[in-house]
């Protein structure tokens, strides 16, 4: 399937042509999962990647190819409660919010993990960098106040923030690790720093349940509890400003985001709820069970929910279009485009009919979860594209 041509020229700039529609499915398939109450899931940034915790001292699993399969992880008993994965699943970061375990990190996709040394108990949620090289962990939840602590080294060692304690419950992280957000249970607390420093803000009267940020981390969305009802928010400025979403709904507990922030999902008991304009509209998918966890990959093409009892997982996959953009740089022409769940290779064409693959490889940059390859710019017509192998 042909999904993108670009025409490049050095003397008349780039022109988009673009067939074929981006359809945010919402057709749902349950994996090989064991029967277990999922707490949270986390994905690759391609999605092929998956790491799922329990709680109940039940342990850690991984899949590598889209929830298939599923394997257990040699890890201690504990309440585990959060997991964050890098953009190449290789990095992970699991919590437990009781029973003796801590904060554990994996550097080979959960074949074999560590425990980390970090002041504080209670772990609630926890978010990593692209490179798997910032972290992000925060305590408390609805039980205690407790810190927010990060690592700028994989989890070597860690900083206990100079925040107040507080009942925290979730976190995000952009890609680079820089722009973090951390959300309480009447306030929250944003960084631009990776965590050296911290803003307070507050809305009144809410109670924020979920958060998650595009790649950049501009885009923010976000389950909070207000007047006793129930609401998405999204920001488009780290935020500074929240807008509330239509509809309210139930009780939102896990939200995520593709790279971009256009897509989303948020999950309730028996609903889950997509946007493809980044909030601005949903849609929802009635789907029985309690969900708990929600992962997307950084397309939004494949997308994993956690179920807490009876205890499942799901999966759904489309294939998306992805948004090439051409830039020069240099006398260079770049072309850059997000990590998709679905492969695809770059072509050139002389003249739209005849195609044929650039070989230069594409780098990926960990800043924005894109791919990048450059291309020799020359003062002719050229076409480009994108194309499913």
């Given at each position: 399937?042909?999904?993108?041509?670009?025409?490049?020229?050095?003397?008349?700039?780039?022109?988009?042509?673009?067939?074929?529609?981006?359809?945010?499915?919402?057709?749902?398939?349950?994996?090989?999962?064991?029967?277990?109450?999922?707490?949270?899931?986390?994905?690759?940034?391609?999605?092929?990647?998956?790491?799922?915790?329990?709680?109940?001292?039940?342990g850690i699993y991984t899949s590598t190819n889209s929830g298939a399969s599923w394997t257990s992880n040699n890890v201690p008993s504990g309440?585990?409660?959060?997991?964050?994965?890098?953009?190449?699943?290789?990095?992970?970061?699991?919590?437990?919010?009781?029973?003796?375990?801590?904060?554990?990190?994996?550097?080979?996709?959960?074949?074999?993990?560590?425990?980390?040394?970090?002041?504080?108990?209670?772990?609630?949620?926890?978010?990593?960098?692209?490179?798997?090289?910032?972290?992000?962990?925060?305590?408390?939840?609805?039980?205690?106040?407790?810190?927010?602590?990060?690592?700028?080294?994989?989890?070597?060692?860690?900083?206990?923030?100079?925040?107040?304690?507080?009942?925290?419950?979730?976190?995000?992280?952009?890609?680079?690790?820089?722009?973090?957000?951390?959300?309480?249970?009447?306030?929250?607390?944003?960084?631009?720093?990776?965590?050296?420093?911290?803003?307070?803000?507050?809305?009144?009267?809410?109670?924020?349940?979920?958060?998650?940020?595009?790649?950049?981390?501009?885009?923010?969305?976000?389950?909070?509890?207000?007047?006793?009802?129930?609401?998405?928010?999204?920001?488009?400025?780290?935020?500074?400003?929240?807008?509330?979403?239509?509809?309210?709904?139930?009780?939102?507990?896990?939200?995520?985001?593709?790279?971009?922030?256009?897509?989303?999902?948020?999950?309730?008991?028996?609903?889950?709820?997509?946007?493809?304009?980044?909030?601005?509209?949903?849609?929802?998918?009635?789907?029985?069970?309690?969900?708990?966890?929600?992962?997307?990959?950084?397309?939004?093409?494949r997308q994993a929910i956690g179920e807490g009892s009876p205890g499942e997982i799901w999966t759904s996959q489309t294939t998306t279009s992805?948004?090439?953009?051409?830039?020069?740089?240099?006398?260079?022409?770049i072309a850059s485009w997000t990590v998709p769940s679905t492969n695809f290779i770059l072509e050139q064409s002389a003249d739209l009919i005849?195609?044929?693959?650039?070989?230069?490889?594409?780098?990926?940059?960990?800043?924005?979860?894109?791919?990048?390859?450059?291309?020799?710019?020359?003062?002719?017509?050229?076409?480009?594209?994108?194309?499913?192998?």
């Amino acid at each position: 399937m042909k999904l993108f041509a670009f025409r490049e020229s050095m003397l008349a700039g780039a022109f988009l042509f673009f067939s074929g529609a981006s359809v945010f499915g919402q057709t749902w398939t349950k994996t090989f999962s064991p029967t277990n109450d999922w707490q949270a899931v986390a994905s690759s940034a391609d999605g092929t990647k998956l790491v799922a915790v329990i709680p109940y001292a039940r342990g850690i699993y991984t899949s590598t190819n889209s929830g298939a399969s599923w394997t257990s992880n040699n890890v201690p008993s504990g309440e585990w409660f959060a997991v964050a994965s890098s953009a190449d699943g290789t990095h992970l970061i699991a919590a437990a919010y009781a029973g003796g375990s801590g904060i554990f990190t994996s550097t080979d996709s959960g074949a074999t993990w560590v425990s980390n040394t970090v002041p504080g108990t209670g772990w609630f949620s926890v978010a990593s960098s692209a490179d798997g090289t910032n972290l992000l962990a925060v305590a408390g939840g609805g039980q205690f106040r407790g810190p927010i602590c990060t690592s700028t080294n994989g989890g070597g060692t860690w900083t206990s923030n100079n925040v107040a304690p507080d009942f925290w419950y979730s976190a995000a992280s952009s890609a680079d690790g820089t722009k973090l957000v951390a959300m309480a249970q009447s306030d929250y607390y944003t960084s631009t720093n990776s965590g050296a420093t911290w803003v307070s803000n507050s809305l009144n009267s809410v109670m924020w349940n979920a958060v998650a940020c595009s790649a950049d981390g501009t885009k923010l969305v976000a389950a909070a509890l207000a007047s006793g009802r129930h609401y998405l928010l999204t920001s488009t400025n780290s935020g500074a400003t929240w807008m509330t979403n239509s509809p309210p709904v139930g009780r939102t507990v896990a939200v995520a985001s593709s790279a971009d922030g256009t897509k989303l999902i948020a999950v309730e008991e028996g609903v889950v709820w997509s946007s493809t304009n980044s909030g601005l509209s949903w849609a929802s998918t009635n789907l029985a069970g309690f969900w708990l966890g929600a992962a997307l990959s950084a397309d939004g093409g494949r997308q994993a929910i956690g179920e807490g009892s009876p205890g499942e997982i799901w999966t759904s996959q489309t294939t998306t279009s992805p948004q090439m953009a051409l830039a020069i740089s240099g006398g260079v022409l770049i072309a850059s485009w997000t990590v998709p769940s679905t492969n695809f290779i770059l072509e050139q064409s002389a003249d739209l009919i005849s195609w044929s693959a650039v070989t230069n490889p594409a780098v990926f940059n960990v800043a924005n979860l894109q791919y990048q390859t450059s291309v020799a710019a020359t003062n002719f017509d050229g076409f480009y594209r994108l194309a499913t192998q």
